[in-house]
Protein backbone atom coordinates (compact mmCIF):
# COMPACT_ATOMS: atom_id res chain seq x y z
CA UNK A 1 0.00 0.00 0.00
CA UNK A 2 1.14 3.42 -0.97
CA UNK A 3 2.57 5.69 1.84
CA UNK A 4 2.32 9.85 1.66
CA UNK A 5 4.62 12.21 3.53
CA UNK A 6 3.09 15.47 4.39
CA UNK A 7 4.23 18.43 6.10
CA UNK A 8 1.48 20.15 8.11
CA UNK A 9 1.69 23.78 8.51
CA UNK A 10 -1.30 24.03 11.10
CA UNK A 11 0.58 22.58 13.65
CA UNK A 12 4.21 22.22 11.72
CA UNK A 13 4.79 19.22 11.64
CA UNK A 14 5.89 16.12 8.84
CA UNK A 15 3.71 13.04 9.09
CA UNK A 16 4.03 9.56 7.14
CA UNK A 17 0.18 8.56 6.58
CA UNK A 18 -1.40 5.85 4.79
CA UNK A 19 -4.66 8.27 3.66
CA UNK A 20 -4.29 10.36 0.09
CA UNK A 21 -4.17 13.96 0.12
CA UNK A 22 -8.27 14.35 0.12
CA UNK A 23 -8.56 12.09 2.83
CA UNK A 24 -5.37 12.96 5.19
CA UNK A 25 -7.56 16.57 4.70
CA UNK A 26 -10.34 15.21 6.18
CA UNK A 27 -8.89 13.62 8.85
CA UNK A 28 -6.70 16.33 10.00
CA UNK A 29 -9.58 19.01 10.15
CA UNK A 30 -12.44 17.16 11.60
CA UNK A 31 -11.39 13.46 12.24
CA UNK A 32 -9.33 12.78 15.22
CA UNK A 33 -10.01 13.44 18.88
CA UNK A 34 -6.13 15.01 19.34
CA UNK A 35 -6.96 17.98 17.21
CA UNK A 36 -9.63 20.43 17.53
CA UNK A 37 -12.03 20.94 14.66
CA UNK A 38 -9.93 23.82 12.53
CA UNK A 39 -8.21 24.48 9.03
CA UNK A 40 -5.80 22.23 7.86
CA UNK A 41 -2.65 23.17 5.74
CA UNK A 42 -0.15 20.92 4.06
CA UNK A 43 2.13 20.09 1.71
CA UNK A 44 2.69 16.95 0.18
CA UNK A 45 6.09 15.52 -0.13
CA UNK A 46 8.20 13.44 -1.90
CA UNK A 47 7.74 9.97 -0.61
CA UNK A 48 11.27 9.55 -1.16
CA UNK A 49 12.72 12.50 0.33
CA UNK A 50 15.15 12.08 3.03
CA UNK A 51 17.11 14.17 5.40
CA UNK A 52 19.30 13.40 8.17
CA UNK A 53 17.53 15.14 10.48
CA UNK A 54 14.31 12.97 10.23
CA UNK A 55 13.99 9.27 10.86
CA UNK A 56 12.13 8.66 7.78
CA UNK A 57 12.72 4.78 6.92
CA UNK A 58 11.54 4.61 10.72
CA UNK A 59 8.30 6.32 10.08
CA UNK A 60 7.50 4.05 7.38
CA UNK A 61 7.62 0.72 9.12
CA UNK A 62 5.47 1.82 11.66
CA UNK A 63 2.97 2.96 8.83
CA UNK A 64 1.12 -0.21 8.75
CA UNK A 65 -2.86 -1.00 8.74
CA UNK A 66 -4.48 -1.52 11.55
CA UNK A 67 -5.57 -5.15 13.16
CA UNK A 68 -9.02 -4.13 12.21
CA UNK A 69 -7.79 -3.32 8.07
CA UNK A 70 -8.03 0.22 8.85
CA UNK A 71 -5.47 2.51 7.31
CA UNK A 72 -2.84 4.27 9.35
CA UNK A 73 -3.91 7.72 9.11
CA UNK A 74 -0.48 9.23 10.70
CA UNK A 75 2.48 8.67 11.99
CA UNK A 76 4.27 11.75 13.65
CA UNK A 77 8.19 11.47 12.20
CA UNK A 78 8.79 15.78 13.93
CA UNK A 79 7.51 18.59 15.28
CA UNK A 80 9.94 20.89 15.76
CA UNK A 81 11.69 22.37 13.07
CA UNK A 82 10.70 20.87 10.21
CA UNK A 83 10.28 23.65 8.00
CA UNK A 84 13.97 24.70 7.95
CA UNK A 85 15.67 20.79 6.94
CA UNK A 86 12.97 20.33 4.21
CA UNK A 87 14.30 20.57 0.23
CA UNK A 88 11.56 22.53 -1.17
CA UNK A 89 12.30 20.76 -4.52
CA UNK A 90 10.47 17.36 -2.75
CA UNK A 91 7.10 19.38 -2.50
CA UNK A 92 4.50 18.43 -4.90
CA UNK A 93 1.48 20.17 -3.64
CA UNK A 94 -0.20 22.58 -1.06
CA UNK A 95 -3.25 21.34 -0.07
CA UNK A 96 -6.15 24.27 1.92
CA UNK A 97 -8.78 22.15 3.78
CA UNK A 98 -11.46 23.83 5.35
CA UNK A 99 -13.19 23.48 8.76
CA UNK A 100 -15.40 20.42 7.46
CA UNK A 101 -12.67 18.39 5.74
CA UNK A 102 -13.07 20.23 1.96
CA UNK A 103 -9.66 20.07 0.16
CA UNK A 104 -8.40 22.06 -2.77
CA UNK A 105 -4.89 21.24 -4.27
CA UNK A 106 -2.42 24.49 -5.19
CA UNK A 107 0.27 23.43 -7.95
CA UNK A 108 3.85 25.23 -7.32
CA UNK A 109 3.96 28.23 -10.24
CA UNK A 110 7.31 29.80 -11.53
CA UNK A 111 5.14 32.76 -12.20
CA UNK A 112 5.57 34.97 -9.07
CA UNK A 113 3.80 38.21 -9.20
CA UNK A 114 5.64 41.13 -9.48
CA UNK A 115 3.17 43.80 -8.40
CA UNK A 116 3.87 48.04 -8.43
CA UNK A 117 4.07 50.29 -5.70
CA UNK A 118 1.21 49.09 -3.22
CA UNK A 119 1.23 47.92 0.15
CA UNK A 120 0.95 45.04 1.36
CA UNK A 121 -0.49 42.47 4.06
CA UNK A 122 1.49 39.58 4.85
CA UNK A 123 0.42 36.15 6.98
CA UNK A 124 3.02 34.20 8.26
CA UNK A 125 2.29 30.73 8.57
CA UNK A 126 5.43 28.93 9.68
CA UNK A 127 7.75 28.90 11.68
CA UNK A 128 6.01 32.01 13.11
CA UNK A 129 2.78 33.36 12.70
CA UNK A 130 2.55 37.43 13.00
CA UNK A 131 0.58 39.49 10.95
CA UNK A 132 3.01 42.11 8.99
CA UNK A 133 2.11 44.81 7.07
CA UNK A 134 5.04 46.24 4.68
CA UNK A 135 5.76 48.33 1.40
CA UNK A 136 7.88 45.30 0.44
CA UNK A 137 7.14 42.99 -2.44
CA UNK A 138 6.75 39.62 -1.65
CA UNK A 139 10.67 38.60 -2.73
CA UNK A 140 11.96 41.86 -0.96
CA UNK A 141 9.87 40.83 1.80
CA UNK A 142 11.44 37.27 1.97
CA UNK A 143 15.07 38.53 1.77
CA UNK A 144 14.60 41.06 4.32
CA UNK A 145 13.44 38.42 7.01
CA UNK A 146 15.57 35.49 5.92
CA UNK A 147 18.30 35.77 3.32
CA UNK A 148 19.68 39.76 4.68
CA UNK A 149 17.79 40.79 7.36
CA UNK A 150 18.32 44.36 8.61
CA UNK A 151 17.12 43.52 12.34
CA UNK A 152 18.75 41.07 14.13
CA UNK A 153 15.59 38.51 13.90
CA UNK A 154 16.43 35.97 11.03
CA UNK A 155 14.44 33.37 10.02
CA UNK A 156 15.75 30.14 8.35
CA UNK A 157 12.96 29.92 6.23
CA UNK A 158 9.19 31.32 6.23
CA UNK A 159 6.06 29.89 5.17
CA UNK A 160 3.45 32.85 4.30
CA UNK A 161 0.23 34.66 2.44
CA UNK A 162 -0.46 37.81 1.27
CA UNK A 163 -3.97 39.02 1.84
CA UNK A 164 -5.97 41.69 0.23
CA UNK A 165 -6.57 45.23 1.43
CA UNK A 166 -8.45 46.48 -1.50
CA UNK A 167 -8.38 50.06 -1.81
CA UNK A 168 -6.24 50.29 1.03
CA UNK A 169 -3.39 49.48 -0.49
CA UNK A 170 -2.94 52.60 -2.00
CA UNK A 171 -5.00 54.57 0.39
CA UNK A 172 -4.66 53.02 3.97
CA UNK A 173 -6.45 56.34 5.68
CA UNK A 174 -9.46 56.82 3.11
CA UNK A 175 -9.42 53.75 1.28
CA UNK A 176 -12.93 51.99 1.79
CA UNK A 177 -12.25 48.20 3.83
CA UNK A 178 -15.27 47.00 1.85
CA UNK A 179 -16.48 43.48 3.02
CA UNK A 180 -12.66 42.42 4.19
CA UNK A 181 -13.03 40.90 7.95
CA UNK A 182 -10.13 42.15 9.79
CA UNK A 183 -10.57 42.97 13.29
CA UNK A 184 -8.91 46.20 14.66
CA UNK A 185 -9.10 47.99 11.90
CA UNK A 186 -8.05 51.29 13.03
CA UNK A 187 -4.80 49.80 13.84
CA UNK A 188 -4.21 47.87 10.44
CA UNK A 189 -5.00 51.43 9.05
CA UNK A 190 -2.25 53.23 11.11
CA UNK A 191 0.08 50.76 10.83
CA UNK A 192 0.15 50.58 7.11
CA UNK A 193 0.10 54.58 7.10
CA UNK A 194 3.21 54.16 9.14
CA UNK A 195 5.09 51.88 6.37
CA UNK A 196 3.91 54.11 3.86
CA UNK A 197 5.12 57.89 5.32
CA UNK A 198 8.30 56.31 7.51
CA UNK A 199 11.72 54.83 7.41
CA UNK A 200 10.52 51.62 8.26
CA UNK A 201 9.49 48.94 5.22
CA UNK A 202 7.58 46.54 7.49
CA UNK A 203 5.51 46.57 10.66
CA UNK A 204 3.94 44.18 12.96
CA UNK A 205 0.40 44.30 12.88
CA UNK A 206 -0.32 41.37 15.96
CA UNK A 207 2.68 39.75 16.44
CA UNK A 208 0.39 36.43 18.26
CA UNK A 209 -1.94 36.18 15.29
CA UNK A 210 -3.31 32.85 14.63
CA UNK A 211 -2.32 30.91 11.75
CA UNK A 212 -5.63 30.40 10.47
CA UNK A 213 -6.19 32.13 7.51
CA UNK A 214 -10.10 33.70 5.86
CA UNK A 215 -9.64 31.60 2.44
CA UNK A 216 -11.38 34.42 0.96
CA UNK A 217 -9.13 37.28 1.70
CA UNK A 218 -5.94 35.76 0.19
CA UNK A 219 -4.67 37.96 -2.58
CA UNK A 220 -2.55 35.60 -4.60
CA UNK A 221 -0.65 32.68 -3.00
CA UNK A 222 1.59 31.11 -0.90
CA UNK A 223 5.30 31.78 -0.71
CA UNK A 224 7.37 29.43 0.80
CA UNK A 225 11.45 30.58 0.88
CA UNK A 226 14.66 29.98 2.56
CA UNK A 227 18.08 31.22 1.83
CA UNK A 228 18.51 29.09 -1.27
CA UNK A 229 14.80 28.50 -2.94
CA UNK A 230 11.58 30.00 -3.21
CA UNK A 231 8.63 28.07 -4.39
CA UNK A 232 5.31 29.67 -5.12
CA UNK A 233 1.83 28.37 -5.05
CA UNK A 234 -0.48 30.58 -6.63
CA UNK A 235 -4.21 30.65 -5.74
CA UNK A 236 -6.73 29.71 -7.94
CA UNK A 237 -9.73 33.03 -8.94
CA UNK A 238 -12.82 32.52 -7.46
CA UNK A 239 -14.09 31.82 -10.36
CA UNK A 240 -11.91 28.86 -11.41
CA UNK A 241 -12.74 27.44 -8.07
CA UNK A 242 -16.54 27.64 -8.05
CA UNK A 243 -16.30 26.01 -11.51
CA UNK A 244 -14.12 22.98 -10.24
CA UNK A 245 -14.34 22.47 -6.75
CA UNK A 246 -17.56 23.89 -5.92
CA UNK A 247 -18.29 22.25 -2.75
CA UNK A 248 -14.81 23.49 -1.37
CA UNK A 249 -16.06 27.19 -3.18
CA UNK A 250 -19.32 26.70 -0.62
CA UNK A 251 -17.34 25.44 2.16
CA UNK A 252 -14.51 28.11 1.94
CA UNK A 253 -17.32 30.94 1.96
CA UNK A 254 -15.81 32.85 -1.06
Known amino acids: ?67 DGSLKASVYVSVYRVLEHMDFNALKHLYLTTMDGRTLELSPSNQIPNEGEQLHLYQEIVPVSPLVVSRLSPLAFIDTIVRNPVSLVKLPAI ?56 YRTIKNGFYVGNQEQLVYFPMPSPEEIRTNNYRWFRSANL
Open 159 to 214: VFTELQLGELADDPEMGLMENLPYSNQDHLRQCLTDVKTKYAATKMVDRVHSPNVH
Open 1 to 67: MAIYLYLSLLPEALIASMLCPEEFGTYYAVGSAKKSRGQAMFFEVDPDFRDPYFRVEEAYTRCVPHE
